[in-house]
Nanobody
Framework: VQLQASGGGLVQAGGSLRLSCAPS????????RGWFRQAPGKEREFVAA????????YYTDSVTGRFTISRDNATNTVYLQMNSLKPEDTAVYYC???????????????WGQGTLVTVSS
């Protein structure tokens, strides 16, 4: 495991959580970073991504306006601020790294172990 995701938990609908993803054993300088999620019985889906400089961010439509991805390059840590959470956001959230941004999970080489987010109604 080269990325460590944390910050998941149980929250009521409308609440907020902040996920963190820090490197373990190596740095990811000049790499784009992303967040994906996988709900039970579903495929892993793209959530958000950010370029190395932080100038470019991308979101899937269902989280636009509610989630914010950011990064601190001094610590190589990436964050996902999740507001106005909905029950359909319930999933295991994974962080990932690759040289450039892609919305396909198959393109990302480095992954964290996942952190569970559960949103109750």
């Amino acid at each position: 495991v080269q990325l460590q995701a944390s910050g998941g938990g149980l929250v009521q609908a409308g609440g907020s959580l902040r996920l963190s993803c820090a490197p373990s054993g190596r740095t990811f300088n000049y790499y784009a970073r992303g967040w994906f999620r996988q709900a039970p019985g579903k495929e892993r889906e793209f959530v958000a991504a950010i370029s190395w400089t932080g100038d470019n961010t991308y979101y899937t439509d269902s989280v636009t306006g509610r989630f914010t991805i950011s990064r601190d390059n001094a610590t190589n840590t990436v964050y996902l601020q999740m507001n106005s959470l909905k029950p359909e956001d319930t999933a295991v959230y994974y962080c990932a790294a690759r040289p450039t941004i892609s919305s396909s999970s198959r393109d990302w080489a480095y992954w964290g172990q996942g952190t569970l987010v559960t949103v109750s109604s």
